[in-house]
């Protein structure tokens, strides 16, 4: 069983950054671990992934935003810069292997002066 945590949401003015991190607990392989997010009224849509040595970025946020991991902490990051307040939405991170797939529990980001 795997838990993730996230943190490091809060409210940011426009053009601001932001770093999310997620850290992943407990025993499990994970083939790929990314970030999506959900704002009132839409579907949930992925942010951006990990997999290895390869990145993939939803259009909306390439060039702003940049996911990273540290394998040795667990932990994988999101560093989200020049905001927008269509970027307001609550952020989870998700983690992917053989036959499982978890989700945390998100962290709201709220772009607004």
């Known amino acids: 069983q795997v838990q993730l945590a996230e943190s490091g949401g809060g409210l940011v003015q426009p053009g601001g950054s932001l770093r999310l991190s997620c850290v992943a607990s407990?025993?499990?392989?994970?083939?790929?671990m990314g970030w999506y997010r959900q704002a009132p009224g839409k579907q949930r849509e992925m942010v951006a992934t990990i997999s290895g040595g390869s990145t993939n970025y939803a259009d909306s946020v390439k060039g702003r935003f940049t996911v990273s991991r540290d394998n040795a902490k667990n932990t994988v990051y999101l560093q989200m810069n020049s905001l927008k307040p269509e970027d307001t939405a609550v952020y989870y991170c998700?983690?992917?292997?053989?036959?499982?797939?978890?989700w945390g529990k998100g962290t709201p980001v709220t772009v607004s002066l």
């Open positions: 407990g025993s499990g392989f994970s083939i790929s």
């Open positions: 998700r983690l992917t292997g053989f036959g499982v797939d978890y």
